[in-house]
């Protein structure tokens, strides 16, 4: 069974400037999460999908990040326009509950924003 | 105070001791208690999961979670220089259902 899979592995942009993170969660897990890691700092939640619908979106950190899951398969996190304080790690993991259930982890996005 | 704690280390430990890894939390309502390992430059990987109050073995791994006391700990028996990582202590449930809350992680050598 193929895990969480996410797209770029590593992307660098410069600041003002957009970029579209992917995740393929596991096939059949409705729960899908975002998480950021920034340099020094612990894993930070952003957002929960379940199928669809925008679960939990309190961790996302402003109007610039915008967070899709067209179809409850896939999901597309968008950063518009990128400043330099959004370099980091991001994770996407997918669990097949919310409550209790085990989150596997995404190998995360690179991003780096000069 | 945050809301999950871990002392970042780094925890050095000779090969085949006994590394002890510890947490503690602020959230009451907390109920579900994860441990991840994560390589550098990899993703966080499941080790221990643990709901209950009390211990959990799992091999070389024991989980220890006391609710009172808002603590939970890895034990990690005959270490060996495979088990350097970073160790993070994620919680789930009360206030943050669903999401994860993460210490910033223990860092952990083993050295031969």
């Known amino acids: 069974e193929a895990g969480v899979t996410q797209f770029p592995s590593h992307s660098v942009i410069e600041k003002g400037q957009t970029v579209t993170l992917r995740c393929d969660p596991i096939s059949g897990h409705d729960n899908l999460y975002w998480y950021r890691r920034v340099m020094g700092k612990e894993i930070k939640f952003l957002l929960h999908?379940?199928?669809?619908?925008?679960?939990?979106e309190s961790g996302m950190p402003n109007n610039r990040f915008l967070a899709e899951r067209t179809g409850g398969t896939y999901s597309t996190l968008k950063v518009q326009p990128a400043e330099l304080e959004d370099s980091g790690v991001y994770f996407c993991?997918?669990?097949?509950?919310?409550?209790?259930?085990?989150?596997?982890f995404g190998p995360g996005t690179r991003l780096l924003v000069l | 105070q945050k809301e999950v704690e871990q002392n970042s280390g780094p925890l050095s430990v000779p090969e085949g001791a006994i590394a002890s890894l510890n947490c503690t939390y602020s959230d009451r309502g907390s109920q579900s208690f994860f441990w991840y390992r994560q390589y550098s430059g990899k993703s966080p990987e499941l080790i221990m999961f643990i709901y209950s109050n009390g211990d959990k073995e799992d091999g070389r791994f024991t989980a220890q979670l006391n609710k009172a006391s808002q603590y939970v700990s890895l034990l990690i028996r005959d270490s060996q220089p495979s088990d350097s990582a970073t160790y993070l202590c994620?919680?789930?449930?009360?206030?943050?259902?669903?999401?994860?809350?993460f210490g910033q992680g223990t860092i952990l050598t083993v050295h031969p």
């Open positions: 994620a919680v789930n449930g009360g206030t943050s259902y669903g999401k994860l809350t």
């Open positions: 999908f379940v199928k669809e619908s925008k679960q939990d």
């Open positions: 993991a997918s669990s097949a509950g919310a409550h209790q259930e085990t989150q596997y």
